[in-house]
């Protein structure tokens, strides 16, 4: 990680005089003194802190292990051969942290008829290495599949009787605090969810009762759009809860205000770790589409991690985080080369829909939507440091409504969306709120606001600035478009450090 911080120190004497003057945002900025200072705007709302998402929102490293498992490629299928090591380490007892043990995949080709299945804790699969020619597993099923699946059990459940409304009649973005009507069954540590409901007049006012049809167009309706963001409470001070992570979405009166309750996930696993791998695929032609899937797929887990893992002619994502997986980190990934037909619903080289994840260093060449949020995302949400090239679409929040999304130097030729994308699909509509792209550069870029609750942002975009599919859309708050020292050059880093130290004056000096 501290390489990482390096992106946002200081440059040398040499590289200062030739840099044009640091540019800093009206909206998010490092004071003289060293301190992160969030301006609000009319309303409250500020630009919230990303810092908290990932493997134990970033406050611990990726973990290694010894092997306790070590095995080689069998004759002919692998799949058996590999899911007993996995299964034996799934019976052993976990040590104090979770921890289970690693199943080690000596070098070699593991051909293997379908998925991989985790779902025990603790259980880590390493090989060793990412390219083609170390350890490198290959999905010969002639149908969809992940080749690795982590998945727990359950879902999650609301704790009856602990349910109080929220009595602010606004709360505003990155707030870490708020009002509700009794206060006395919550304590620090417990596990809560700030629900904020989906109403007629909220659908209506962004104008997602109005979708132009067409043939299989849907119409929004309240009840699909029910959000429920999942966080811990810090303090309790009288009828004020704190909470973990920042409010996302605006809250207000107006359209339902919101509430929170606790809850319990007794079937979600963690601790689960695939690292050190390439993922490959057989395939018939360039649009076949009955092949291997997805190479890690993760639902019901928290506080895992894919670290080094090369994808390699999937058909749909080298990771994808389902509505269930929290506090994933995804690192070092590569999405190469995938074969599939170039239309809707295929290639999203990295894929969340998820809460609390990060995806950081990261390549997709020949993706369609490379690093892409689906419907009714609950944020925070990272995407840092990643690059698309020969891209076939855009990256961003992809459809209905993704909350709270930091594209944080993102490189790509293709393009980054944040717009009302209508009927497109069966009534995608607008694809999120409080979107945030910092330091990004892209072939083409169109960040647009929805006509209530909250905005989109472009901080510092080097790219070719369009109005979207739509003209007269609102546009986003747009800073510093083509500044080519843009400071600090990773908002994520920027909060990460600020929040582990408070001091970043160093960076400054």
């Known amino acids: 990680m501290f390489l990482a911080f390096m992106a946002i120190g200081t440059l040398t004497a040499d590289a200062q005089t030739k840099m044009p003057a640091a540019w800093q945002s009206s909206l998010v900025k490092i004071t003289a003194d060293g301190k992160l200072e969030y301006i609000p705007d009319e309303e409250g709302n500020i630009i919230p802190d990303f810092s908290r998402v990932g493997y134990h929102h970033g406050d611990k490293g990726l973990p290694h292990f010894s092997p306790v498992i070590t095995i080689s490629p069998v004759e002919g299928d692998n799949l058996a051969h590999i899911q007993a090591a996995v299964d034996k380490i799934s019976q052993r007892m976990p040590d104090a942290n979770g921890h289970r043990g690693v199943v080690m995949l000596k070098r070699g080709v593991y051909p293997i008829s379908g998925s991989i299945v985790v779902s025990a804790s603790g259980v880590v699969i390493q090989g060793e290495g990412s390219n083609i020619d170390e350890t490198r597993l290959i999905a010969t099923a002639r149908q969809r ?22 009595t602010d009649s606004f709360v505003p973005v990155g707030t870490h605090s708020f009002q509700v009507s009794d206060a006395s069954g919550f304590r620090p540590g417990d596990r809560v969810i700030v629900y904020r409901p989906g109403t007629q007049e909220w659908i209506h006012d962004i104008k997602m009762d109005q979708i132009v049809e067409r043939k299989g167009t849907r119409q929004w309706t309240p009840r699909e759009y029910n959000l429920a963001f999942e966080r811990e409470i810090t303090k309790v001070e009288g009828n004020r809860v704190y909470i973990d992570n920042p409010i996302v979405m605006q809250m207000s009166h107006k359209y339902g205000g ?63 985080c389902e509505r269930n997986a929290k506090n994933v980190t995804v690192r070092n990934c590569r999405s190469l080369s995938p074969k599939s037909v170039i239309t809707g619903g295929l290639r999203y080289a990295f894929n969340n829909i998820g809460q609390q994840n990060l995806f950081i260093n990261c390549q997709s060449r020949e993706g369609r939507h490379d690093y892409v949020t689906g419907s009714q995302v609950c944020g925070p949400n990272v995407f840092h440091n990643c690059t698309a090239t020969q891209s076939y679409a855009d990256i961003g929040p992809h459809h209905r409504w993704a909350v709270g999304t930091l594209y944080d130097n993102i490189v790509t030729d293709g393009e980054i969306n944040v717009q009302d994308r209508g009927k497109m699909g069966s009534g995608h509509g607008w694809a999120g ?8 550069h892209a072939g083409r870029v169109a960040v647009q606001s929805p006509w209530a609750s909250g905005k989109n942002y472009s901080i510092g975009t080097k790219a070719e600035r369009y109005s979207g599919v739509f003209t007269d859309r609102l546009d986003g708050e747009w800073e510093g478009e083509n500044e080519t020292n843009v400071f600090p050059r990773s908002l994520y880093l920027a909060q990460l450090l600020a929040r582990k130290n408070g001091d970043l004056s160093n960076l400054i000096k």
């Open 433 to 440: 709120v409080t979107q945030v792209l910092w330091n990004c």
């Open 145 to 166: 599949h992940p080749l690795i699946r982590v998945s727990g059990e359950g879902k999650r459940e609301e704790i009856p009787g602990t349910r109080v409304h929220i």
């Open 258 to 320: 919101g509430e929170i309750y606790k809850y319990t996930f007794d079937g979600r696993i963690s601790e689960v770790g695939v690292m050190d791998i390439c993922l490959d695929s057989e395939f018939e032609d360039y649009e076949d589409t009955q092949h291997g899937w997805i190479g890690v797929q993760i639902d019901k887990a928290e506080n895992c991690w894919v670290d080094n893992v090369t994808g390699f002619h999937l058909g749909y994502a080298c990771v994808s």
